[in-house]
């Protein structure tokens, strides 16, 4: 169509002086620059829009994959091995950022990592040991962990390229999500569980919990956003670590899970070693006077620290969608 007006303009356009018809060169001229101009723009819309939409689709798929598994995580498993495999999520993405962005991690900071994986091991075994869970669920559970890791890394990526921050990105994808799960989550849920959704018949009580359940996970998502944004990486962390802690001791005073001696030491190991990566990942804050000798870099201080809250939140805000069905 803008063609065919181009085409138009410069062939056909009336003059009034001396009742002739010829082409107006200049007014032509003109007409053709600004449909060239916007031919030019709407192209370059479109090329945005295809780009933002396949991102958008890839993005929505990885958190599809880590939502799915962390729930299948929590229905196979033990809630204490679902809670200690997502530990493994900080050391899965530490291994693609050293492999794939080729990052250095310091020798203490390793050892962490280190410590975070012989812990979850000795809890995975322990389970494994004593019938409390499958392979299957061992697999269930190592997808979630590759499926958090990867939403995790994208979600700092797009943040970074298309300059969102973490509420529009999570606005931007939660709707494909949505319709990505209302889809093929109940074929996911028939296939590991052997029940179809449309057979639950659904009672007063189970109906109270749902809605119980969605209301949680709205205040989980509220209180992760009021947190970033008032809150440094170090006490977001901290928050993290206690919600963890506070996980496993109800699953066992509450829920009556069965807590052997080595369960308990692998669960101890892992939390450790998850807290020494947080203090030397982040390292001591620095003292009064240290600051007011650093003056004159203040302004590089803070724009460091707004970086790095940014990072410690992305994967908690930005898909946070992914996170708040298992929490």
């Known amino acids: 169509m803008l063609a065919t007006e181009a085409v138009q303009c410069t062939n056909t356009c009336p003059c009034a002086e001396k009742h002739e018809f010829r082409p107006p060169y200049r007014s032509a001229q003109k007409r053709l620059k600004t449909i060239a101009t916007l031919t030019w723009l709407a192209d370059k819309l479109l090329l945005l829009l295809l780009t933002c939409t396949a991102a958008t689709l890839y993005f929505s798929i990885i958190a599809v994959i880590s939502i799915a598994s962390l729930n299948l995580s929590l229905l196979v498993n033990p809630v204490g091995l679902y809670q200690v495999a997502k530990l493994l999520v900080i050391p899965f993405v530490c291994c693609v950022e050293a492999i794939g962005y080729g990052r250095r991690f310091n020798t203490a900071t390793l050892l962490s990592i280190a410590t975070v994986v012989v812990g979850v091991a000795v809890v995975t075994v322990n389970d494994l040991g004593s019938g409390s869970t499958s392979l299957l669920g061992i697999l269930i559970a190592g997808v979630s962990v590759v499926g958090s890791g990867m939403q995790q890394i994208l979600c700092g990526a797009m943040q970074r390229e298309y300059k969102l921050q973490s509420h529009q990105l999570l606005a931007a994808t939660a709707p494909v999500q949505g319709g990505i799960l209302l889809v093929s989550g109940p074929f996911i849920d028939a296939a590991v569980s052997g029940n179809w959704i449309g057979g ?82 982040n390292g001591p804050a620095p003292s009064i006077k240290a600051r007011s000798s650093k003056a004159g870099a203040s302004h590089d201080g803070a724009a460091a620290a707004a970086a790095e809250n940014l990072e410690a939140g992305s994967g908690a805000a930005g898909g946070v969608g992914a996170k708040h069905n298992g929490d």
């Open 200 to 281: 639950y018949a659904l009672t007063t009580p189970a109906v109270a919990v749902l809605v119980l359940s969605c209301a949680i996970s709205v205040g989980v998502n509220v209180s992760q956003f009021m947190c970033l944004g008032r809150f440094s990486a170090v006490t977001f962390q901290v928050i993290g670590h206690t919600k963890t802690i506070l996980v496993l001791l109800i699953s066992w005073l509450a829920l009556g899970e069965n807590m052997s001696t080595k369960k308990l030491l692998g669960m101890a190991v892992a939390v450790l070693g998850m807290i020494a990566y947080g203090y030397f990942v």
